[in-house]
């Protein structure tokens, strides 16, 4: 029996995906020090009882002795950081000149930059309405009030001299130049110096874009100390003999380190992934990607909620059994402290040897929903779920914690989207107890929940499987070749090229998908090289977007790939598995009912006997009471619906909670909710794919919660038995031409 | 909810009537509209339902906002469809479905 997690002890992997044999991570945090064990369990069963779920796993003896836990911190916010050597001479005059564009200031301010050495410091803050304040070694020591507001561009210039012992401001603005002065302590600076950008002394770090940081040895006249930046950042390529170091923002866009373009390669890094690939001081509109303009992306946008990794100690390692197979496995950290659950997915040391039938797990997905907060702050959505929110112990623990981040549903502090999910972090939108408003009425499975309907009804079945997860098939392209037959989660909404790739080199080769999701296939994201663990999002120009991405700002930094809906970069889900998104309801789910295709001999396969046009299909389940619904997917031809696909039955005549994607509209109206319009609707859609293999795609998120339903025994689930028999089976399917 | 939208008089109790006979009925459409107003708010200070026992019981409680935590209030329901009359109640007291 495997406890609920209560969250007493936190934690996380330092991966989703792991291979038998792979050392296992684990980063945990509790309130107090504390001894804690662990077990392994296989997922076996997630059954309803009694309006919850019974989880049922076996126990994987690892053998792993008590370890403590140790309470955490967690260092939230992004920033730059760049070391400065003694030889650089600094400890006796330089300039640091950068742009720099707040947009939003907290009320106890944010750090904009910091400078120490084994001797002593200087740190500048903004505080609210703009002001600047410098302190030396801790001690105010200058202020202008006003003159870095949020919303605007303002060249900075920082000068220090320590013949004269002084420290000097000062900022561009349109009224001209302000600047101030300060003396400082002998000896202020000696030996190193740590430069760090976007965080000083006040709690929190930046929000808002820093641009062309320079540092020059030497005090410099600010008047001049502005000209050579403004140079630096229109591209100029001789930064003059005494540039210590000159950081250019629009260099490797897909790494973490920030270039030095001065002589010495002094390069920096940047901490917590700030947003890379934004429009800088110099943009003009005349170009929309930072390939084809650098020069208008050399900025960087800095949140003080940015988070790549937590960078917790490592509590305890575990190491898999090289016998284990392919499955969801789930550790059980328990103590006195209290205890966490963390889902583990162990892929297969040789894919296909053990099974030819695959579930690939939507860890993309799950990754973008990961600390999802829309309920708690965001767009509130107690309106799309028609009744109350119901917070789980998961959702407090995070809003008790605003420090584990947010997900890219959210948006940051000063209200930009967040276009970076990182893994490195407590993930608690990840547990099998976790509920979400967008599961419906019943049960408020959703993604990682939902697919676990999906895991007990092959368990049921008997179905010998092996699990693959989008990061082996971004990784690994070819990763599905091996199998016959593939399965998808209720909701493999997000994919990166290569992921996308897969699926579709898959069909070609004449692989057999079921598609037992809604929204799939619907938005693209980017793996960074750097931090594999982490997506990248532009929430581009069309789609349901809790946020939108700025014009001009729609390339993706990590690849360059254009963002947004895969329906927009020429792959819209209808053109790879029949049916693609079309709208949305959080309430309730509804039958299918079958049409004339069921009796097409066609899908006779799918059938005992065929059932009547107009008879439903799917008129129990846990997520909102039907097959169809929450999220829903039809079928068109003039979106790449193959002409030959069959719609098998369709789920239409939702109530007015339904709302038809944006996409579908281009002058709003009335009639895009509910039964007034007839493109909501679920296609239960069919079709070979030329390669002797098919696809059935069922485009519904709430199927899940009626395949794994009680009765055991039931009209969806025996469909999806079928399927599944006739699909691993090598006996290729005919030629569609032959079918017309 | 604009003016024409007020439910007023023996509408009204009808509406109300029908929701808290069943909070998870198909509304009618008046019924629908004024549920959607009285949800349609800001998230800060929004009474939502946090669940104490998986399936079986559920408390009250206030959302704080962002970086703010969920404060828990009285009571606590053992029946989901009777925690949707309570609230509903509260924010018809309010004045909440009159577009204040």
């Given at each position: 029996?495997?406890?609920?997690?209560?969250?007493?002890?936190?934690?996380?992997?330092?991966?989703w995906s792991?291979?038998?044999?792979?050392?296992?991570?684990?980063?945990?945090?509790?309130?107090?020090?504390?001894?804690?064990?662990?077990?392994?369990?296989?997922?076996?069963?997630?059954?309803?009882?009694?309006?919850?779920?019974?989880?049922?796993?076996?126990?994987?003896?690892?053998?792993?002795?008590?370890?403590?836990?140790?309470?955490?911190?967690?260092?939230?916010?992004?920033?730059?950081?760049?070391?400065?050597?003694?030889?650089?001479?600094?400890?006796?005059?330089?300039?640091?000149?950068?742009?720099?564009?707040?947009?939003?200031?907290?009320?106890?301010?944010?750090?904009?930059?910091?400078?120490?050495?084994?001797?002593?410091?200087?740190?500048?803050?903004?505080?609210?309405?703009?002001?600047?304040?410098?302190?030396?070694?801790?001690?105010?020591?200058?202020?202008?009030?006003?003159?870095?507001?949020?919303?605007?561009?303002?060249?900075?210039?920082?000068?220090?001299?320590?013949?004269?012992?002084?420290?000097?401001?000062?900022?561009?603005?349109?009224?001209?130049?302000?600047?101030?002065?300060?003396?400082?302590?002998?000896?202020?600076?000696?030996?190193?110096?740590?430069?760090?950008?976007?965080?000083?002394?006040?709690?929190?770090?930046?929000?808002?874009?820093?641009?062309?940081?320079?540092?020059?040895?030497?005090?410099?006249?600010?008047?001049?100390?502005?000209?050579?930046?403004?140079?630096?950042?229109?591209?100029?390529?001789?930064?003059?003999?005494?540039?210590?170091?000159?950081?250019?923002?629009?260099?490797?866009m897909d790494?973490?380190?920030?270039?030095?373009?001065?002589?010495?390669?002094?390069?920096?890094?940047?901490?917590?992934?700030?947003t890379r690939a934004v429009?800088?001081?110099?943009?003009?509109?005349?170009?929309q990607s930072f390939k084809h303009?650098?020069?208008?992306?050399?900025?960087?946008?800095?949140?003080?909620?940015?988070?790549?990794?937590?960078?917790?100690?490592?509590?305890?390692?575990?190491?898999?059994?090289?016998?284990?197979?392919?499955?969801?496995?789930?550790?059980?950290?328990?103590?006195?402290?209290?205890?966490?659950?963390?889902?583990?997915?162990?892929?297969?040391?040789?894919?296909?040897?053990?099974?030819?039938?695959a579930f690939v797990a939507p860890t993309f997905t799950y990754l973008a929903y990961v600390?999802d907060?829309c309920?708690?702050?965001?767009a509130?959505?107690?309106?799309l779920?028609?009744?109350?929110?119901?917070?789980?112990?998961?959702?407090?623990?995070?809003?008790?914690?605003?420090?584990?981040?947010?997900s890219l549903y959210d948006t940051?502090?000063?209200?930009?989207g967040v276009a970076y999910a990182s893994r490195?972090?407590?993930?608690?939108?990840?547990?099998?107890?976790?509920?979400?408003?967008q599961?419906?009425?019943?049960?408020?499975?959703w993604n990682f929940?939902a697919d676990?309907?999906i895991?007990?009804?092959?368990?049921?079945?008997?179905?010998?499987?092996?699990?693959v997860t989008d990061d082996d098939l971004d990784a690994d392209p070819a990763a599905l070749r091996?199998y016959?037959c593939v399965l998808t989660g209720s909701h493999p909404e997000y994919h990166t090229t290569a992921s996308h790739d897969a699926f579709g080199g898959f069909l070609a080769a004449g692989g057999r998908l079921v598609y037992l999701g809604g929204n799939g296939f619907y938005w693209r994201v980017s793996t960074h090289p750097?931090h594999p663990e982490t997506i990248e999002l532009r929430r581009a120009e069309d789609g349901n977007r809790s946020w939108a991405a700025e014009p001009g700002e729609y390339y993706h930094a990590f690849d360059g790939a254009y963002g947004g809906l895969w329906r927009r970069n020429g792959r819209p889900p209808q053109a790879l598995v029949g049916v693609g998104y079309t709208g949305q309801g959080f309430?309730?789910?509804?039958?299918?009912?079958?049409?004339?295709?069921?009796?097409?001999?066609?899908?006779?396969?799918?059938?005992?006997?065929?059932?009547?046009?107009?008879?439903?299909?799917?008129?129990?389940?846990?997520?909102?009471?039907?097959?169809a619904g929450i999220e829903i997917d039809r079928a068109d031809t003039a979106l790449g619906t193959p002409d030959h696909a069959?719609v098998?039955?369709s789920?239409?005549?939702?109530?007015?909670?339904y709302v038809l994607a944006n996409e579908e509209v281009l002058?709003?109206?009335?009639?895009v909710?509910?039964?007034?319009t007839?493109l909501l609707r679920a296609d239960l859609v069919f079709f070979e794919t030329g390669a002797?293999g098919a696809v059935l795609s069922t485009g519904s998120v709430a199927f899940a919660?009626?395949?794994?339903?009680?009765?055991?025994?039931?009209?969806?689930?025996?469909?999806?038995?079928?399927?599944?028999?006739?699909?691993?089976?090598?006996?290729?399917?005919?030629?569609p031409?032959?079918?017309? | 909810?604009?003016?024409?939208?007020?439910?007023?008089?023996?509408?009204?109790?009808?509406?109300?009537?029908?929701?808290?006979?069943?909070?998870?009925?198909?509304?009618?459409?008046?019924?629908?509209?004024?549920?959607?107003?009285?949800?349609?708010?800001?998230?800060?200070?929004?009474?939502?339902?946090?669940?104490?026992?998986?399936?079986?019981?559920?408390?009250?409680?206030?959302?704080?906002?962002?970086?703010?935590?969920?404060?828990?209030?009285?009571?606590?329901?053992?029946?989901?469809?009777?925690?949707?009359?309570?609230?509903?109640?509260?924010?018809?007291?309010?004045?909440?479905?009159?577009?204040?």
């Amino acid at each position: 029996m495997i406890r609920d997690p209560d969250f007493g002890i936190t934690g996380y992997t330092d991966r989703w995906s792991y291979r038998p044999g792979d050392t296992v991570s684990l980063h945990l945090t509790a309130d107090a020090p504390s001894m804690a064990s662990l077990a392994l369990h296989r997922f076996r069963r997630f059954t309803p009882k009694d309006g919850a779920f019974e989880l049922a796993t076996e126990r994987v003896e690892i053998g792993c002795d008590p370890f403590a836990i140790v309470p955490q911190q967690t260092r939230i916010g992004s920033c730059f950081e760049a070391a400065l050597p003694d030889a650089a001479g600094l400890a006796q005059a330089f300039t640091l000149a950068v742009l720099a564009r707040p947009t939003s200031i907290a009320e106890d301010g944010n750090g904009l930059l910091a400078l120490a050495s084994a001797a002593g410091a200087l740190a500048l803050d903004l505080l609210p309405g703009g002001s600047l304040a410098l302190a030396v070694d801790g001690e105010s020591a200058i202020a202008l009030g006003g003159a870095l507001p949020a919303g605007h561009w303002r060249a900075l210039a920082l000068t220090f001299d320590a013949a004269r012992q002084t420290v000097g401001l000062a900022v561009h603005t349109p009224g001209g130049i302000r600047a101030a002065t300060a003396p400082v302590p002998a000896g202020l600076f000696s030996g190193d110096l740590a430069l760090t950008l976007a965080s000083g002394r006040a709690p929190r770090t930046f929000n808002g874009r820093l641009e062309a940081p320079i540092v020059w040895r030497g005090a410099l006249d600010p008047q001049e100390a502005f000209c050579r930046l403004e140079a630096f950042a229109a591209g100029a390529a001789d930064l003059g003999p005494d540039t210590v170091a000159a950081w250019d923002f629009s260099r490797r866009m897909d790494s973490a380190v920030a270039v030095d373009a001065g002589p010495h390669g002094r390069d920096g890094r940047f901490v917590n992934l700030p947003t890379r690939a934004v429009k800088g001081a110099r943009w003009t509109g005349s170009e929309q990607s930072f390939k084809h303009a650098p020069r208008d992306y050399a900025s960087v946008h800095f949140h003080e909620d940015d988070l790549a990794d937590a960078g917790w100690a490592r509590a305890a390692a575990v190491a898999l059994p090289e016998t284990l197979d392919s499955g969801l496995y789930f550790l059980e950290i328990a103590g006195e402290a209290g205890c966490d659950v963390l889902p583990i997915f162990v892929t297969p040391k040789r894919r296909g040897a053990a099974a030819k039938l695959a579930f690939v797990a939507p860890t993309f997905t799950y990754l973008a929903y990961v600390n999802d907060r829309c309920l708690l702050h965001g767009a509130n959505p107690e309106v799309l779920a028609n009744r109350l929110l119901v917070l789980t112990p998961g959702d407090c623990h995070l809003a008790a914690h605003p420090e584990y981040g947010l997900s890219l549903y959210d948006t940051h502090a000063d209200g930009a989207g967040v276009a970076y999910a990182s893994r490195r972090r407590p993930c608690l939108t990840l547990r099998h107890t976790q509920r979400a408003w967008q599961g419906g009425i019943g049960g408020g499975l959703w993604n990682f929940g939902a697919d676990l309907l999906i895991l007990s009804w092959l368990e049921r079945e008997g179905l010998a499987y092996e699990i693959v997860t989008d990061d082996d098939l971004d990784a690994d392209p070819a990763a599905l070749r091996p199998y016959d037959c593939v399965l998808t989660g209720s909701h493999p909404e997000y994919h990166t090229t290569a992921s996308h790739d897969a699926f579709g080199g898959f069909l070609a080769a004449g692989g057999r998908l079921v598609y037992l999701g809604g929204n799939g296939f619907y938005w693209r994201v980017s793996t960074h090289p750097d931090h594999p663990e982490t997506i990248e999002l532009r929430r581009a120009e069309d789609g349901n977007r809790s946020w939108a991405a700025e014009p001009g700002e729609y390339y993706h930094a990590f690849d360059g790939a254009y963002g947004g809906l895969w329906r927009r970069n020429g792959r819209p889900p209808q053109a790879l598995v029949g049916v693609g998104y079309t709208g949305q309801g959080f309430f309730r789910s509804h039958p299918y009912r079958y049409g004339e295709g069921c009796l097409d001999p066609r899908v006779s396969f799918l059938f005992e006997e065929p059932p009547a046009p107009g008879e439903r299909l799917g008129a129990t389940g846990v997520s909102g009471g039907g097959a169809a619904g929450i999220e829903i997917d039809r079928a068109d031809t003039a979106l790449g619906t193959p002409d030959h696909a069959l719609v098998i039955a369709s789920a239409a005549g939702f109530d007015d909670t339904y709302v038809l994607a944006n996409e579908e509209v281009l002058v709003n109206r009335p009639t895009v909710v509910g039964h007034l319009t007839p493109l909501l609707r679920a296609d239960l859609v069919f079709f070979e794919t030329g390669a002797g293999g098919a696809v059935l795609s069922t485009g519904s998120v709430a199927f899940a919660g009626t395949l794994g339903d009680l009765p055991e025994d039931n009209d969806a689930a025996r469909l999806v038995r079928r399927a599944v028999d006739r699909f691993l089976d090598p006996a290729p399917f005919p030629d569609p031409e032959a079918a017309r | 909810m604009g003016e024409a939208d007020k439910p007023t008089g023996g509408k009204a109790r009808d509406e109300v009537a029908a929701f808290l006979a069943d909070p998870y009925a198909d509304q009618s459409p008046g019924l629908q509209r004024l549920l959607f107003s009285l949800r349609d708010r800001p998230a800060a200070g929004k009474l939502v339902l946090v669940e104490i026992e998986a399936g079986r019981r559920w408390q009250l409680a206030r959302l704080g906002g962002r970086g703010k935590p969920v404060e828990r209030l009285e009571p606590v329901f053992d029946d989901l469809r009777e925690a949707e009359r309570h609230v509903f109640r509260l924010r018809m007291d309010l004045g909440m479905g009159e577009g204040a």
